[in-house]
């Protein structure tokens, strides 16, 4: 529905949504002279002990603001009662042409307050515990006198004008004139006063209002804290923010959590006492992710202090989602080794519980930090153990392992497709990705088919396949856009775009890869990065932008080295011998073998033997260009000879015909 919403606020108070095109901000200017007249004598009326003189002053010196003349006209006119020196004698106590709120509106409210005696100002200092609002049958529980004593008290206030009241007694609610009224009486009670008060309006609403500590169990949790009842306030906190994160209002949420963990630090030190701070931990984590990302330090300092809460608790139930948040929040920061280790403490659990789901969930995870530290042999084991876990399940616990955002079926196998290709097995890894773009399409998981068609297109990247690569990108573009998933939005983007300069040399799309990587990297997200600086390498190798590719490269290596994402370490030394050759021709020849012989050992180390053949075949070229025949030949039959598969791939195909042409 379209909607107008109207907000009021003060000068000093910077609305955030200010600059939106369609919102009209609007000055509420002072009242002139002619309108606070007007104001005056409508309160004044048939009142004649205030003199024209008197009058005019209270004009002058409030300074056209309303509240400002309201309160000082009813406070002179309360004074009347006593002579006309008195009410001259109000009117000179407010100083002139004030911009603020002055401390002697404060201490007129203070005299009104004073001047209608001792029970009717109780009443009022209780309502101000209370709030802005204050309904009569809480009054009554808390308040230690008569009934008939209560009505009367309230009957003067509301005649006063500094209350109002809304329906019959006993149903009737009562609200202070302005917020300024009820600070004014708030102040009046001593600490002791208000946390005594406080703890009996937490008491009263606990008892007689369950239905405000259902919906609003903030309220009591206000009381009960400002009441040093710390033990009954964290309970409060947490159905709050749980309730407030239930419906997407996440910054209230975590307010509310903050307080709860504040008073959760007035508790006895003892397991109880922590397993309420992980209560409220563990429903923070997820808000704060929500606000500010997956990569903000608040957020990551909440999951350590609750996996550290956990340990202390020897293992609680919440363990295992904040092994599993911590790692994920570590991968995506770029902290694989911190990824990996939260991976492996989850497996072990896991498996300690018969979690099925989760065992399945970490098996991969771990699988994915491994793959991308350049450990392909060990994580390729990882994914057959979690493939074969997810294959013997239940569709309950298939069902069940999916609250990681993806089906774990469908993920497994998009991960071991990529172990696969580069240990060697193109044809496996192809049947594997098939399989789990089938599986997600099975299901119709829109997440699970936007995360395999990512995966599924820079394989197919990798194998030199742009046309394929570039309509599952465009597929994953497609559902990201309609579903909303802004990171893997993005990430096909940028597939896609190389692709199609790959395919097609004319396309200016290497400018829109950059922009899209430098947005990616500044947002902190560098989990899996490398794979898209290795694919733009490639492209601006192949437009002959050398000194681009050299620089790119060499900022990848960077991020890997720093993130241990080593995956693609061998590739960019390749990639930048290439690029050597391609900007100094004629005296690159020596670096850029140096170059390919350090990427060989790498790859070698690695097990990466699709990279290795990339290597190979480089080298090779060099070594017979210097004249080194039988070398190059003996390096491309070592390395042929140990593939199984994949014969028709472009790679092999052109390794078997250097190695045939140097035989």
């Known amino acids: ?54 009058l005019d002053e209270i004009v002058t010196r409030t300074d056209g603001v309303p509240l400002f003349l309201e309160e000082l006209t009813k406070a002179v006119l309360e004074a009347a009662a006593s002579g006309a020196d008195e009410s001259r004698k109000a009117v000179a106590t407010f100083p002139a042409r004030s911009l603020e709120v002055p401390a002697t509106l404060h201490a007129s409210l203070m005299a009104r307050l004073d001047r209608l005696g001792s029970t009717v100002k109780h009443i009022a200092q209780v309502g101000a515990v209370v709030g802005r609002n204050f309904p009569y049958e809480l009054l009554a529980s808390v308040v230690q006198c008569a009934e008939a004593e209560l009505r009367d008290a309230l009957r003067r206030l509301v005649e006063t004008g ?73 309970g409060y906190w947490l159905r709050a923010g749980k309730n407030a994160s239930n419906r997407s209002a996440n910054r209230e949420a975590i307010g509310h959590l903050r307080r709860g963990i504040e008073a959760v630090g007035q508790l006895p030190g003892d397991a109880p006492r922590d397993q309420r701070e992980l209560d409220l931990q563990f429903v923070l984590g997820p808000c704060l992710i929500a606000t500010q990302g997956p990569i903000a330090d608040e957020a990551l300092e909440t999951f350590e202090r609750a996996r550290e809460l956990c340990e202390r608790l020897q293992g609680p139930p919440e363990h295992l989602n904040v092994l599993y948040w911590l790692a994920v929040m570590h991968g995506v920061r770029g902290e694989l080794q911190k990824a990996l280790e939260a991976t492996e403490a989850g497996i072990e659990l896991a498996k300690m519980r018969a979690d099925q789901p989760a065992l399945i969930n970490f098996l991969r995870g771990c699988a994915l930090a491994l793959i991308l530290m350049g450990r392909p042999a060990e994580a390729l084991a990882r994914t057959e153990e979690a493939v074969a876990a997810f294959s013997s399940s239940d569709d309950r616990i298939r069902v069940a392992s999916r609250a990681a955002g993806q089906d774990a079926g469908a993920a497994g196998r998009a991960v071991m497709a990529w172990t696969l290709w580069f240990l060697g097995y193109p044809d496996r890894a192809t049947r594997q990705m098939a399989t789990a773009l089938d599986r997600a399409d099975e299901i119709e998981h829109p997440h699970t088919q936007a995360y395999s068609l990512y995966y599924a297109s820079v394989l197919s990247a990798l194998r030199r396949e742009f046309a394929v690569a570039r309509s599952y990108a465009e597929r994953c573009l497609f559902l990201s856009e309609q579903h909303g998933f802004a990171l893997w939005r993005n990430l096909a983007r940028i597939v896609r775009a190389i692709s199609t300069s790959l395919l097609d040399p004319a396309a200016a799309k290497l400018e829109e890869v950059r922009a899209e990587l430098d947005h990616h990297v500044r947002r902190g997200q560098r989990m899996g990065i490398t794979v898209l600086y290795a694919l733009l390498c490639r492209a601006l190798i192949e437009h002959g932008r050398a000194n681009e590719a050299l620089d790119t490269a060499d900022e990848a290596q960077k991020i890997g080295r720093a993130t241990d994402e080593l995956l693609f370490e061998a590739e960019f030394c390749r990639l930048k011998a290439q690029a050597l050759l391609i900007s100094e021709p004629l005296d690159a020849s020596l670096s850029a073998q140096t170059v390919l012989e350090q990427a060989l050992e790498i790859a070698r180390d690695q097990d990466a033997r699709s990279i290795e053949l990339l290597v190979v075949r480089d080298l090779a070229v060099l070594r017979w260009k210097a004249g080194r025949r039988d070398e190059a030949r003996d390096l491309l039959s070592r390395v042929c000879g140990s593939f199984t598969e994949g014969f028709d791939t472009p790679e092999l195909k052109e390794a078997k015909a250097l190695f045939d042409e140097l035989s």
Do not use: C
């Open 162 to 234: 500094l209350v109002f009241q809304r329906g019959l007694l006993p149903q009737a609610t009562f609200q202070f004139k302005h917020t300024l009224v009820r600070d004014t009486a708030y102040s009046t009670l001593l600490r002791g006063q208000r946390q005594g008060l406080h703890a009996k309006v937490g008491l009263a609403f606990e008892s007689a209002f369950p239905e405000i500590a259902e919906a609003q169990p903030e309220v009591l949790a206000h009381h009960f804290t400002e009441g040093r009842l710390a033990d009954r306030a964290v």
């Open 1 to 54: 529905m379209r909607v107008l919403l109207i907000a009021t606020f003060r000068p000093e108070f910077q609305p955030p949504w200010a600059d939106q095109p369609h919102v009209t901000s609007l000055s509420l200017r002072r009242l002139d002279r002619e309108e606070s007249d007007r104001l005056v004598s409508e309160l004044v009326r048939n009142t004649a002990t205030l003199s024209s003189d008197v």
